[in-house]
């Protein structure tokens, strides 16, 4: 199998700027878990399907998974690690806990993250629409009543 | 004041913040100093003898650090039981099915060790193979193994009562028969380990499991080394519903890997590896006779199961009961007959799923209903009359210690105004109802205790050491919570050592449902026993009997004069002072009949006490589409106490999700010539957040006398039987009684155009 070379990309994650040496066939998914350490970015499916790899560029939820590093360098990029500032939860984060929105915690990251975007783009959304917004990221455990009950009651909160 | 401080209110889980910032660390996550990745090379065929297998130019690829095959085990056959020894995890002979394990490489990166995969040459001679019960059961069927003739694996028999004098007896008998394909576990996680040797031959290993030390004794055994040297360490794990529970391929390769590069290594599978290589749940067909009285009381039950075991016998001879064991507790029935085959195909391996057998539970229910439509009995009340009761014997002899069938029936019936609804719905729009029933653990000789210790330090705070393990379902907040409740103190005071071989005791694992019953028992015996030593020194320091003690927020107080206290460190430092730590040990042994066994004896006490469910579920069925579209699901189990209620109703909501709307839906695997044409997140359908109903919970309490709490097993009998009521509910509404399962568009479309050209 022929080596692909390696590239230096600069990408901005979490806010901090990393300057890694990658094949450019690497995947953001694979290089934010191998590269950077940051493992809340999760492979399930592999193909796009499941949203566990979701990661927010430059705001908007994308399947780390089908995009390749390369492609994010200019970008802000925010994972599951940079939702939290400190010690201080994400109202998300705060939610999904309080909720018992998360049983296994495998979706959890993706989960929270697309719903964080969501909640940014449309921050009184309906129950059906936050149905709908967080139709693209599965978990297996909860039958979803959790989550959306953990959202709803954050934004009926007004947080 | 609350009875109690902590048992009975919602409560977060401790685990849970770690998986909401990411923090948690899965078994993929996990990087160790020099680990190397491993991959695994499959058949490629589903029965074909192994010639040779050539591995030089995978070792003279560079960057790869070691192959394995079978040369380099011990060559023994794995099984569950001392008669299911049929596995060997990296085969001598043949090849059973596709995607068995062959041969495995370790390299510096994924590109290698894939690369490597491509230049070990494997000679084959391809043999006849069969992808069915029917084709596998044909006289001139291929023999899959040579210990097993005409490719029977398990033959469960059942027979108690007299069933043909009962079908005599009977006002009303019929017969019918019921099937489903496949369906899967489809965990979040894709199984993964990683496994590290050191030089003095000890074995570090982390993977997903639903009983580590169920995987250290079989890990022991077949790498030939003394069981204190595998240590089995504590990890996150993304769900396992019934699998993940035996020894993997995976495991053992991965150790031997690690062994023979003496570096730790890495196996990841991918989706389809985990789809296709660890487990699937049973095909099956199932034959049902039923007789009942003129009221609809059954009173005699004829049942005939074959399931698709694939190729080897696994957790066979559990898997093959448990549909009928859920469905004996769940309903009377004096005079009842089983007979569970599980035959061997060329297909994977196929084990206990926390659904147990579609064809069989539908199939029980779905006939209850054509029956109550012949008497003209609605079908909430056929379920009532045939409903198990508190103090009854199951017809395998199991004591009914407590049992809330009956409640929950009543309780989904008054909530979903089911009598206002049922026979008064409109065309395409139906109501229907699944019981069941499930066990908190079964006879597992040896390992059917759990063991757990707790440790004071100085400051009052604790540490709790259980065996018992966290597959997602909130086990270890579980186990916090009771020591907590019963030690005075809050969940921030207790840290948690389980899971871990090396460090834990013995423990059933979490797949049977035992873990709040054995385990969480045991962690209380455990604390009561450490509040037991506390109460001496505390009495003494507070000049009275150690009877009138309690311990609440940290103190020991006299019970009726809280005013009289004394600080927990203060006597965990008295104690101190007088040379003794304060500890606690605490072991429960659940009260099952040691001599009950699968197949040699299926008969007495199979677990001390069972779970009860009952699903309600209102659709409407698209005739243009053969679209279901779920409006409402009621969903009710007696699960004893409920020790943190909304985790309880957490399990109640995935339950559904998984039994009703996926398993009676979309959830099943498509075929061809063994090769599973599905194995992906994109082509088997699992429920999203657009498509679930919503779901009313409805907790039943009984107060279990031997229960922690009175506490028995939170959601599975909600799985399975919210499966049956999908299938009641979608033949209600179009006025056809469908026999082969899920309930796909394509199939109630052709119900609908049968019933409709009749």
């Known amino acids: 199998m022929e080596k692909t070379t390696k590239r230096i990309v600069k990408l901005t994650v979490n806010k901090e700027i990393h300057e890694v040496a990658i094949n450019v066939n690497r995947t953001l998914l694979e290089v934010l878990r191998e590269e950077l350490a940051l493992t809340g970015a999760k492979e399930s499916c592999g193909q796009g399907v499941c949203g566990s790899c979701t990661v927010l560029l430059d705001g908007l939820p994308v399947r780390s998974c089908l995009l390749l590093a390369v492609e994010a360098e200019g970008r802000h990029i925010t994972t599951i690690e940079g939702l939290s500032c400190g010690e201080k939860l994400h109202p998300l984060q705060d939610a999904f806990v309080e909720h018992h929105a998360i049983q296994c915690g495998f979706c959890s990251p993706g989960m929270i993250l697309t719903a964080s975007a969501f909640l940014e783009k449309n921050p009184s959304p309906t129950e059906d629409e936050i149905r709908r917004a967080l139709s693209g990221n599965i978990c297996r455990c909860t039958g979803y009543a959790k989550i959306i009950g953990a959202v709803k009651a954050l934004v009926d909160s007004g947080r | ?758």
């Open chain 2, 1 to 758: 004041m609350d009875k109690f401080s902590l048992i009975g209110k919602n409560m977060r889980r401790v685990d849970t913040t770690s998986k909401a910032t990411g923090e948690a660390i899965f078994s993929a996550d996990l990087v160790l100093p020099r680990m190397l990745v491993g991959k695994v090379l499959r058949s490629p065929h589903p029965h074909a003898k192994i010639l040779n297998i050539d591995t030089s130019g995978a070792e003279k690829l560079p960057g790869v650090m070691a192959v394995v095959t079978a040369k380099d085990t011990c060559g023994d056959k794995w099984g569950v039981f001392r008669y299911t020894q049929d596995q060997q995890f990296l085969p001598t002979e043949k090849v059973r099915y596709v995607g068995e394990e062959v041969a495995a490489v370790s390299a510096i990166d994924e590109d290698t060790a894939l690369e490597a995969l491509e230049l070990i040459n494997v000679e084959y001679e391809k043999l006849p193979a069969v992808f069915s019960v029917e084709a596998s059961l044909m006289p001139n069927a291929p023999i899959i193994h040579d210990a097993y003739p005409n490719n029977i694996n398990i033959h469960v028999k059942i027979d108690v009562g007299d069933v043909e004098k009962g079908f005599q007896e009977s006002f009303y008998v019929r017969e019918d028969s019921f099937s489903a394909p496949e369906d899967s576990y489809f965990q979040a996680e894709p199984y993964a380990v990683v496994a590290q040797f050191d030089h003095s031959g000890n074995l570090e290993i982390w993977m997903p499991n639903a009983g580590p030390h169920l995987k250290a004794k079989p890990l022991s055994n077949v790498l030939k080394i003394p069981l204190n040297k595998v240590r089995v360490r504590k990890i996150r794990i993304g769900g396992a519903f019934g699998g993940r529970s035996e020894i993997s391929p995976a495991d053992t390769i991965c150790a031997l890997l690690a062994r023979k590069s003496q570096r730790p290594v890495k196996i990841v599978y991918s989706r389809e590896e985990n789809s296709i290589c660890t487990r699937q749940a049973h095909s099956m067909n199932a034959t049902i006779k039923t007789g009942v009285d003129k009221e609809g009381r059954v009173i005699a039950r004829d049942i005939t199961c074959h399931m698709d075991g694939g190729a080897y016998s696994s957790t066979g001879p559990i898997a093959v009961s448990v549909p009928f064991l859920c469905m004996e507790q769940a309903y009377r029935m004096d005079n009842v007959r089983y007979n569970g085959y599980r035959i061997f195909t060329n297909k994977p391996i196929r084990g206990m799923f926390r659904t147990h057998g579609r064809a069989f539970a539908c199939g029980v229910d779905l006939q209850l209903d054509m029956i109550g439509e012949h008497l003209g009995i609605n079908p909430l009340e056929m379920r009532l009359r045939n409903a198990r009761q508190k103090g009854d014997y199951t017809p395998t002899k199991s004591y009914v210690a407590s049992c809330g069938m009956s409640e929950t029936i009543q309780k989904t019936g008054e909530m979903s105004k089911w009598n206002e609804k049922w026979g008064k719905l409109p065309p395409y729009h139906g109501i229907g109802i699944g019981c069941n029933s499930v066990q908190t653990g079964f006879p597992m000789g040896i390992r059917g205790g759990s063991q757990a210790f707790i440790k004071f330090n100085e400051e009052g705070g604790i540490t709790v050491i259980s065996g018992v393990v966290d597959n997602g379902q909130g086990n270890d907040h579980m186990l916090i919570q009771i020591a907590a409740e019963e030690l005075g103190l809050s969940a921030n005071d207790v840290q948690l050592i389980n899971a871990d071989t090396e460090v834990t005791p013995s423990d059933p694992g979490s797949y049977s449902m035992c873990e709040t019953f054995v385990g969480g028992n045991a962690v209380r015996l455990a604390a009561q026993d450490a509040k037991k030593k506390l109460f001496k020194y505390a009495a003494s320091a507070l000049k009275v009997d150690c009877s009138v003690l309690d311990a609440r927020d940290k103190k020991i107080f006299v019970k009726d004069s809280p005013d009289q206290n004394i600080s927990m460190s203060k006597v965990v430092r008295m104690a101190l002072s007088r040379g003794e730590a304060i500890s606690g040990e605490g072991s429960y042994w659940p009260k099952v009949d040691p001599k009950r066994e699968w197949v040699e004896n299926p008969s007495g006490q199979l677990s001390e006490t069972f779970s009860f469910g009952t699903v309600i579920v209102e659709v409407t069925v698209d005739p243009e589409t053969g679209q279901v579209k779920v409006l409402e699901a009621w969903a009710s189990q007696d699960v004893g106490y409920a020790l943190n209620p909304i985790v309880i109703e957490g399990q109640f909501e995935g339950g559904l999700a998984m039994g009703g709307q996926g398993g009676m839906l979309t959830e099943f695997h498509i075929w061809n010539d063994g090769r599973v044409l599905n194995p992906t997140q994109l082509d088997y359908k699992v429920p999203l957040a657009i498509d679930m109903p919503k779901i009313n919970n409805i907790i039943v309490e009984t107060i279990d006398p031997n229960g922690p709490y009175g506490a028995k097993e939170a959601g599975m009998s909600i799985a399975m039987s919210a499966a049956q009521a999908y299938c009641g509910a979608i033949c209600n509404a179009i006025g056809v009684y469908m026999n082969d399962f899920p309930l796909t568009p394509d199939k109630i479309l052709k119900a609908i155009e049968e019933k409709d050209t009749k």
